[in-house]
């Protein structure tokens, strides 16, 4: 058997998701879905000083999913918008490439847990499962003002609701 | 010759390959068949050795393809048992196969004879909710364009009865309202075999025309139109160890020489005039353009191979496949069949569930281990509604799967099980 798509760290987000739960406080609410696995995730943000102070999704589906929606939060949460799309970008270039990630030292240790998905680059059809989460982080982040028309629409809002509470 | 799985193995090149370094353990048969080397060879042979344009060339290679050609209309129709070769339309899959069928009816409406054939407001078709999206869609199409109502005849999701029709529907949501009656044999998501000849005869009991969707019946057990009692039988070719791009619809002729055409095009007419047309008797009147000529006489081929196997063979070497992996499968904690949870009356094809683990993981994570199944809603998402489940996981056997295969499924299954617990 080839090395594993299911990494143990996704096997352990997948286990123990960090940071599920939506939080009262939120600029912002987002609902995507993944029409292949049926992977739902609602994703909520609160932005402060130009950096997402508050993060707190909910959702169902595959591991894959799952697991990458726990590790996007704990990576974003605390970070500079910026910063935070930044790595959404390098996430997606990880993504797309096939298995053939050249990744530089300082990515690697920016995307730190989300390395793990690499594998999952291989398998076209998985693909938009490890992005979920990460598409809808980035569509709440729009959706709360950021950047306001810079926004490219990247992600695809399926249906987005809620005003700060 | 007794049913050997061994030799039949032999057949089927693909089967001696390696996924992920360990050897190919496909089941996923009901989503496409492998090919055995005869049907590979047929395809090439014909391109190879007698290629040409069918039906309209006089020289020496346009007869001996348009030979062949109808010669696979000849195979397919004693395969069918079908009363004549003229009732045998070649078309791209059943997908196509069912469109016709819903298309012609839709062009009833203004074809001249065509009248009883023609849907109104007020009027019914019927199909049921273990039907794959290709004998959904089309209706909701059709009743679209007619004003007609489409009904569903309803599955029970749990007790004994789970995965089948609800009996006591059938007479009540098939009524004198009923112009079309289209249902699965054996079902793609469930396994389940209906009881379609008991459906056929009540169709026929109210006048209205009655389809057997047999996609997923035509590699399993014998078919036999006569037999049967419905109007129209359709299946694809790829399902059945032929090549993709073909399938079949049969018809009762009677009812083929007064339905409209579907496509038009060359082959399909009678005479054509700048003021209109006329069509050709069936079953070229259904057959417009330059059809699939490579692949339905490979279709042929995958008939003669196994015809030669044996269709109660295969019947049998499944049924006892199907009991041996629900036996295996049952043995894992919290599997949840999807479907008929015993071999009767039901067919080589079993969905499952197992909780806490989405079925793509459990596809993926069997694929690691060289064991190739389907995740997902298989087209067939009204099941897994009336379930209330996203998917399923579905392992599906063909003539060429062996008892160990099914071990391996059973240990890949508890790995996975295992990993996630």
């Known amino acids: 058997?080839?090395?594993?798509?299911?990494?143990?760290?996704?096997?352990?987000?997948?286990?123990?998701?960090?940071?599920?739960?939506?939080?009262?406080?939120?600029?912002?609410?987002?609902?995507?879905?993944?029409?292949?696995?049926?992977?739902?995730?609602?994703?909520?943000?609160?932005?402060?000083?130009?950096?997402?102070?508050?993060?707190?999704?909910?959702?169902?589906?595959?591991?894959?999913?799952?697991?990458?929606?726990?590790?996007?939060?704990?990576?974003?949460?605390?970070?500079p918008v910026d910063d935070a799309m930044a790595l959404q970008d390098t996430f997606l270039t990880l993504m797309q490439s096939r298995g053939n990630a050249e990744l530089s030292e300082a990515d690697e240790d920016e995307l730190d847990d989300a390395v793990a998905f690499e594998g999952v680059s291989k398998y076209p059809a998985r693909i938009k499962c490890a992005l979920l989460g990460w598409m809808a982080m980035k569509s709440a982040v729009a959706e709360a003002g950021w950047g306001a028309s810079a926004h490219n629409g990247a992600g695809k809002i399926a249906d987005s609701a809620g005003e700060p509470g | 010759m007794a049913f050997d799985v061994e030799t039949v193995r032999k057949d089927f090149p693909i089967l001696s390959r390696e996924v992920h370094g360990v050897p190919l353990v496909y089941l996923d048969s009901a989503n496409s068949a492998q090919k055995p080397q005869v049907v590979i060879d047929a395809e090439a042979d014909l391109y190879a050795n007698h290629y040409a344009n069918v039906a309209r060339a006089v020289h020496t290679l346009g007869s001996e393809v348009t030979n062949a050609y109808e010669g696979a209309r000849d195979k397919?129709?004693?395969?069918?048992?079908?009363?004549?070769?003229?009732?045998?339309?070649f078309t791209r899959n059943i997908t196509e196969a069912l469109n016709l069928l819903a298309y012609s009816l839709s062009n009833a409406t203004t074809f001249p004879g065509a009248e009883r054939f023609r849907l109104v407001p007020g009027d019914e078709i019927v199909v049921t909710e273990m039907e794959h999206h290709s004998n959904i869609v089309p209706w909701q199409l059709l009743a679209q364009r007619t004003g007609a109502t489409l009904r569903f005849i309803p599955i029970d999701a749990s007790g004994p009865n789970s995965g089948r029709l609800v009996e006591s529907a059938i007479d009540d949501v098939i009524n004198e309202r009923t112009k079309v009656v289209s249902f699965v044999y054996q079902s793609n998501a469930l396994g389940t075999i209906n009881p379609v000849k008991r459906i056929a005869a009540r169709a026929k009991a109210v006048g209205a025309i009655s389809i057997v969707d047999a996609a997923q019946a035509a590699p399993h057990l014998p078919l036999d139109v006569?037999?049967?009692?419905?109007?129209?039988?359709?299946?694809?070719?790829?399902?059945?160890?032929?090549?993709?791009?073909?399938?079949?619809?049969?018809?009762?002729?009677?009812?083929?020489a007064q339905l409209p055409p579907f496509l038009g095009g060359g082959e399909m007419i009678e005479t054509v005039d700048v003021g209109g047309s006329t069509f050709a008797v069936p079953p070229h009147r259904f057959e417009a353009g330059t059809p699939m000529i490579a692949q339905a006489v490979a279709l042929g081929t995958a008939v003669d191979y196994v015809t030669a196997i044996g269709m109660p063979e295969i019947r049998q070497h499944e049924r006892s496949l199907t009991a041996y992996a629900l036996d295996g499968l049952l043995t894992i904690d919290g599997l949840r069949i999807i479907g008929p949870a015993t071999a009767i009356d039901r067919g080589a094809t079993i969905s499952f569930t197992l909780p806490g683990i989405h079925p793509h993981d459990v596809a993926q994570l069997l694929d690691e281990q060289g064991i190739a199944v389907r995740a997902g809603h298989h087209c067939a998402r009204p099941v897994c509604v009336r379930y209330g489940i996203p998917a399923t996981t579905r392992a599906s056997f063909g003539v060429y799967t062996t008892t160990d295969e099914i071990d391996a499924l059973v240990r890949g299954v508890d790995t996975v099980r295992e990993i996630f617990t």
């Open chain 1, 1 to 79: 058997m080839s090395e594993s798509m299911y990494q143990q760290i996704i096997l352990d987000h997948y286990k123990h998701p960090q940071h599920r739960g939506l939080p009262e406080d939120f600029d912002a609410e987002v609902h995507h879905v993944n029409p292949t696995c049926g992977d739902e995730v609602t994703v909520r943000v609160k932005l402060a000083d130009g950096a997402i102070v508050d993060l707190g999704w909910d959702g169902e589906g595959c591991s894959i999913s799952q697991a990458s929606t726990s590790v996007m939060s704990g990576l974003v949460i605390g970070k």
């Open chain 2, 76 to 89: 397919v129709a004693a395969f069918l048992n079908a009363p004549s070769r003229d009732e045998i339309i």
């Open chain 2, 226 to 256: 006569q037999d049967l009692g419905a109007d129209f039988v359709a299946f694809t070719g790829h399902k059945l160890y032929g090549p993709t791009g073909v399938g079949v619809l049969w018809g009762r002729y009677e009812l083929l």
